[in-house]
């Protein structure tokens, strides 16, 4: 049984980031801390086209330039951009960017459907 702890704290610098669906990504905190949600870090470039059925996730953009795809329109995201994407919403970004993302509630990793 995993416990919540009284408080987390992360250094990006300390975790390895792995391939995965939008991009490098590095999580700060994720399912495993029994946080209402997770936090990762995602180097982005050319992220696949994909929803997710249960997780509500913000993008904060930390720096860089790119565009995402949302549904049917374009949206261009640059440093201090923030962009909610629904459950079951289609969503891709591309570019050369770094975004703090936010996923409500925790598991999106067993929530991605790719579409391309």
């Given at each position: 049984?995993?416990?919540?702890?009284?408080?987390?704290?992360?250094?990006?610098?300390?975790?390895?980031p792995?391939a995965?669906?939008?991009?490098q990504?590095?999580f700060?905190?994720?399912?495993?801390?029994a946080?209402?949600g997770?936090?990762?870090?995602?180097?982005?470039?050319?992220?696949?086209?994909h929803?997710?059925?249960?997780?509500?996730?913000f993008?904060?953009?930390?720096?860089?330039?790119g565009?995402?795809?949302?549904?049917?329109e374009?949206?261009?995201?640059?440093?201090?951009v923030?962009?909610?994407?629904?459950?079951?919403?289609?969503?891709?970004?591309?570019?050369?960017?770094?975004?703090?993302?936010?996923?409500?509630?925790?598991g999106?990793l067993?929530?991605?459907?790719?579409?391309?």
């Open positions: 049984m995993t416990t919540q702890a009284k408080y987390l704290r992360r250094d990006p610098a300390e975790i390895k792995w995965e669906t939008c991009g990504i590095r700060l905190i994720d399912h495993k801390d946080a209402a997770e936090v990762c870090e995602v180097e982005i470039t050319d992220a696949k086209l929803y997710h059925e249960r997780t509500d996730e993008y904060y953009v930390i720096e860089g330039e565009r995402m795809r949302v549904d049917d374009e949206v261009e995201l640059h440093r201090g923030v962009v909610y994407v629904p459950r079951g919403v289609k969503h891709k970004a591309w570019g050369k960017l770094k975004a703090l993302i936010v996923c409500i509630p925790r999106v067993d929530d991605v459907h790719e579409l391309e």
